[in-house]
Each structure stands twice: as structure tokens, then as C-alpha cells.
């Protein structure tokens, strides 16, 4: 599903240039379920946005599902975008002047999906996170683990292969973070690849895979053995 292979990332500070990743290599199937872990400044999030398509590497090759992600012009790049991969963000980044449902209805807007079929998909996506009764809701009227759960319903109405979740539970007390977490399971469960960031350890062992980054390069990538199944973690 995603190939990377010695991809470099630097940012230009001033004269200045800050090598951020330093060719990394790995790739990820169908199916998967990777922690991305690292301290603070390690590139975690450089390296999402990449493999979201939100930013370019300076050198070496992505592939998505078999496409070359450098052959793609900035049209192409953005219809593939929207066709395969969906975010969480540690802030939610909800539209607080629309409700629940109209916020998980926006990707499909912009799909241009027509109004009546929109609220219905929408409609189901929130009662697939367990929100369908707050609908109608503003975001300021939920809990962070509502918000973030209105969140992924967004993310997931625009069906993407592939969810990229840069700290999804970050903001969120260690209870929250586990509902969140048995959710992104769940999903995974039904055949979804998803990416995870974060740096704490608990939840890194809620995925089937670590690749742990350092300084810009992976320093580990394994298979978590016994992964913890959030919905028991309380
Ligand atoms: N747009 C940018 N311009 C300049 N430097 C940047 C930019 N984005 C990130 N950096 C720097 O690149 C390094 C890696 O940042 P990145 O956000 O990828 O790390 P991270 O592992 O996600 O950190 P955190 O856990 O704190 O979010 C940091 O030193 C950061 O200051």
C-alpha cells in the first residue's frame, strides 16, 4: 500500500538547512496497523505530512498503491489524495459552526455526493462511533473524545484506504484515549491501513507495528507481538 525508500527531508532556516529525515525505507500493506513513534522534533509529523501528500520529500521515492506519487501533477495529486487517504489531527480541526453531522458530511461535499445522500452517509458514519443522537450538536457542546470521534467519522465518510492520525489522542485523558484508540482497532479490524503518531509507549502497543524514529532515521521497526486491546484498557 506504501513504499518509501531513502526519503530526505530538510527544512531551510535562514542561510541555514535543518536535515529532518535522513532516508528512511520501509513499507506498509494493506491492512496494517503502524505506530509511528519518537520524541518531540524526531519528524513524525514531517513524515505524515508526506506520506498525506500535504508536502513534498527532497529526495527519494513514495509510492502509493502502486503510483509513483512524483508522476502525479498537483490535479491528479489532490483527486488521489482525496481518494485514498483520510486525517486526524490532534485538535480535531472541526468546524465549530457546524454540527456533528454537517462536519462528517464535508468530505462528501466536496466529493459533490447530493445533499439528501450526504446527511444519510454522514448520519451512519456518526452512529458507527457511537454518536448518532448528537447530530445535531455543535462541536463546543462535545468532549474532546466526542470531538475526536466526530473526527475519524469524517475522516472515514470519504471511505480512504489509508487513515493517517497525527497524535489523535494527544489532547485527550488516558480513559479517552482508549475509547479513541478501540475505535481506530475496530476500523483497522475491517480491513483499513492506518498510521498512528504518537510518543507514548501505551498507545504504540494498542498497533501491530512500531517504527521508531530518531533523529530522522528509523533506529527500530517491529512487530508488536501482543498488541493491547483498547476496549479492555479502563
Ligand atoms: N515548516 C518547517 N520549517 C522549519 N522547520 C520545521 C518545519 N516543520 C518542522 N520543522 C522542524 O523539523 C523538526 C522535526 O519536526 P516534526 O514536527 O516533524 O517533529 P515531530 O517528531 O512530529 O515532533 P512533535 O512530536 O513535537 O510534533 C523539528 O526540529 C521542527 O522544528
Not at 172 to 192: A, F, H, P, R
Request: net charge neutral; charged share 25%; hydrophobic share 40%.
Amino acid at each position: 500500500m506504501i513504499e518509501i525508500k531513502d526519503l530526505h527531508k530538510s527544512y531551510k532556516m535562514g542561510s541555514n538547512s535543518l536535515h529532518v529525515l535522513k532516508g528512511l525505507n520501509f513499507s506498509i500493506d494493506e491492512g496494517e496497523l503502524v505506530a509511528i513513534m519518537g520524541s518531540s522534533g524526531s519528524g513524525k509529523s514531517t513524515l505524515l505530512n508526506i506520506l498525506g501528500m500535504l508536502d513534498e520529500a527532497d529526495s527519494g521515492s513514495y509510492t502509493l498503491d502502486g503510483v509513483p506519487i512524483k508522476d502525479l501533477n498537483e490535479t491528479k495529486a489532490a483527486k488521489y489524495r482525496n481518494k485514498f487517504l483520510g486525517f486526524v489531527f490532534q485538535s480535531f480541526n472541526l468546524i465549530n459552526y457546524k454540527s456533528a453531522m454537517e462536519n462528517v458530511a464535508l468530505p462528501l461535499y466536496y466529493q459533490k455526493v447530493p445533499r439528501k445522500e450526504r446527511e444519510e452517509k454522514a448520519l451512519k458514519y456518526l452512529a458507527q462511533v457511537g454518536l448518532k443522537e448528537w447530530a445535531t450538536h455543535l462541536p463546543n457542546e462535545l468532549s474532546g473524545g466526542q470531538k475526536q470521534r466526530v473526527a475519524i467519522a469524517r475522516a472515514m465518510a470519504a471511505e480512504p484506504k489509508v487513515l493517517l492520525a497525527d497524535e489523535p489522542t494527544g489532547a485527550l485523558d488516558s480513559k479517552t484515549s482508549y475509547e479513541v484508540m478501540d475505535l481506530i482497532q475496530n476500523i483497522n479490524d475491517k480491513g483499513n491501513t492506518i498510521l498512528v503518531v504518537t510518543h507514548e509507549e501505551d498507545i504504540a502497543h494498542m498497533c501491530k507495528r512500531i517504527v521508531h524514529l530518531k533523529d530522522g532515521v528509523i533506529v527500530e521497526d517491529k512487530k508488536v507481538e501482543q498488541v493491547r486491546a483498547a476496549q479492555y484498557v479502563k
